[in-house]
Every structure is written in structure tokens, then in C-alpha cells.
T-cell receptor, first 115, second 114 residues
Framework: AQSVTQLDSHVSVSEGTPVLLRCNYS??????LFWYVQHPNKGLQLLLK??????LVKGINGFEAEFKKSETSFHLTKPSAHMSDAAEYFC?????????????FGTGTRLQVFP | GAGVSQSPSNKVTEKGKDVELRCDPI?????LYWYRQSLGQGLEFLIY????????KSGLPSDRFSAERTGGSVSTLTIQRTQQEDSAVYLC????????????FGQGTRLTVV
């Protein structure tokens, strides 16, 4: 069975400083991993995805994530935070032999960005 | 539009009444998911439809919850005899053949049981 753990429920950074949102996963097969972002009163938006191609994945808005199998991690990073990055971020895993399985969400990390 | 459409966007119902929530997935997407998000919480998986396969109902919290997907397209989530703890945002998502492509979410239905 697959699961995902987001290690921080809240992260606060100053504008212009780096962002690190941590995610660890467990899976039985070769997982697909995703990060979704949810802005206040908005829908969920796919930020980036890993599906067994390049281990460093670039997404929208300058975010990227690195798949590290040895550490079972898929941490989300951004070199310089912007005020508009303040939102809830969800790490998601999908895991089955043919990736037809459901998406399992982490509990989320709320990112605050201070001026 | 080309996205996932959910209706209604907001629903207020009295405790004990039945409600139906509708989801129109993106055309051509064979997979459809229902999730529930309570205030300040993550997403709780409810049910998953994939093509003509039997749905994965493992996340439905009780037998008051059911869902169907007609013709491989539109899906309806039904909650019978609603309770106050059912109040949440119900989110629908769809994806192509497999989840590895990434799923696209609707705006959700905010259900309030009074």
C-alpha cells in the first residue's frame, strides 16, 4: 500500500528566500509522485509530476522537486519565494503496476510568505 | 469550458435530507475520483472509477454514501440522511487512462448540513 507523509504542517519564509517543503512516500511499485497547490478559496492545481523519467522535475511558477529513491523523498523547492506562493501544498502518490491506482494525498503544508 | 465541472458550487441542506452532487469530467478522461476536504484538513479519498472496471469504493465513510458514473462520463455522489459531520468540500477530479498523467480537479461543492 502506498502512503505519503508531509513532514511540516506549516512553513514560514520571507519573500526572496528559498522554500523547502518536505515529503516522504512509501510504495510497493514504481510510484508516480505529484505536488498540488491550493490557493485560498481556489481549486487544486497540479504543480509538477514525477513519472519515472528525469528525477529532477520542474513545474510551474519556478518550483521543482527531486525524486530520491534511496531516501523515499520528493521534496518541493523554490529558490526565491514570492508573496503569491502563499498557499496549501499537497504531496500526492499514485502506486500500482500500471499506475491506474487512486491518488493518495498527504495532509498538506501551509506556506506563509512574509514581506 | 474544458475543465472538470461540479454542481452545485454550494449546497446547504437540513440534517436528515438526501443530497446529490454532480461531476462532469474532462472529455476523454477515463478515470474519475471523488475526494472530501474538511475545514483545514487534507483530502480524504472517497471513491475512484476507472473505465469499465468495478469502482474502488474503499474510501466511502459509511453506507449513506454512494456514487455512480453513467456512460463512463458524468458522476453523481449521493449522501443519504445527511449528518452535520458530512459538511465539507467535495472535490471531483478526472485523469486520462492512468493517474500517472496527473489528475485535474473541479472547484468543488461546499456542502453545509444544518
Amino acid at each position: 500500500a502506498q502512503s505519503v507523509t508531509q513532514l511540516d504542517s506549516h512553513v514560514s519564509v520571507s519573500e526572496g528566500t528559498p522554500v523547502l517543503l518536505r515529503c516522504n512516500y512509501s510504495s510497493s511499485y514504481s510510484p508516480s509522485l505529484f505536488w498540488y497547490v491550493q490557493h485560498p478559496n481556489k481549486g487544486l492545481q497540479l504543480l509538477l509530476k514525477y513519472t519515472s523519467a528525469a528525477t529532477l522535475v520542474k513545474g510551474i511558477n519556478g518550483f521543482e522537486a527531486e525524486f530520491k529513491k534511496s531516501e523515499t523523498s520528493f521534496h518541493l523547492t523554490k529558490p526565491s519565494a514570492h508573496m503569491s506562493d502563499a498557499a496549501e501544498y499537497f504531496c500526492v502518490v499514485s502506486d500500482s503496476p500500471d499506475n491506474t491506482d487512486k491518488l493518495i494525498f498527504g495532509t498538506g503544508t501551509r506556506l506563509q510568505v512574509f514581506p | 469550458g474544458a475543465g472538470v465541472s461540479q454542481s452545485p458550487s454550494n449546497k446547504v441542506t437540513e440534517k436528515g435530507k438526501d443530497v446529490e452532487l454532480r461531476c462532469d469530467p474532462i472529455s476523454g478522461h477515463t478515470a474519475l475520483y471523488w475526494y472530501r476536504q474538511s475545514l483545514g484538513q487534507g483530502l480524504e479519498f472517497l471513491i475512484y472509477f476507472q473505465g469499465n472496471s468495478a469502482p474502488d469504493k474503499s474510501g466511502l465513510p459509511s453506507d449513506r454514501f454512494s456514487a455512480e458514473r453513467t456512460g463512463g462520463s458524468v458522476s453523481t455522489l449521493t449522501i443519504q440522511r445527511t449528518q452535520q459531520e458530512d459538511s465539507a468540500v467535495y472535490l471531483c477530479a478526472s485523469s486520462k487512462l492512468n493517474a500517472g498523467k496527473g489528475a485535474f480537479f473541479g472547484q468543488g461543492t461546499r456542502l453545509t448540513v444544518v
